[in-house]
């Protein structure tokens, strides 16, 4: 009997899934060293994105949702964007498995209000 050898294909990243909660509560910051890394990717790529005003990594539930999420919250000129979604899931699936995903918000300016009462951005856009 020989021994055969499978080449695994690597998993590709989920793509990214579009929805519209009823209500987000934003809970605070998340934090950590491998969250620190992936905010050193996230903010390479924001320099690139003059129209990123902002950008947050929340906790938050959406709905009447007792869990919590890990969200990238993003402040746009632009709004919705999704080849800078694209950059920055490839970011996020350099660090973390290709089956784990992060929920992607470009909120709008009442929302950022809201979200600065729990938690401070980690990018915000460098003044000309």
């Not at 996230?42 to 990123?52: A, D, G, K, Q, Y």
């Not at 999420?69 to 950059?87: F, M, P, W």
């Amino acid at each position: 009997m020989t021994e055969q050898s499978f080449s695994q294909e690597p998993i590709p990243p989920r793509p990214p899934e579009t929805f519209t909660p009823m209500r987000i509560k934003f809970l605070g910051e998340q934090g950590g060293s491998v969250e620190d890394a992936l905010k050193n990717g996230f903010r390479e790529e924001f320099l690139n994105s003059p129209s990123v005003l902002s950008a947050y990594l929340a906790r938050l539930t959406y709905d009447e949702s007792p869990e919590y999420s890990v969200a990238l919250c993003i402040r746009s000129t632009s709004g919705t964007d999704s080849v800078l979604q694209g950059r920055l899931v490839r970011v996020f699936t350099s660090i973390f498995r290709p089956d784990q995903s992060l929920d992607t918000l470009f909120i709008r300016a009442d929302q950022e209000l809201e979200l600065q009462q729990v938690c401070k951005p980690f990018y915000e856009r460098p003044n000309p």
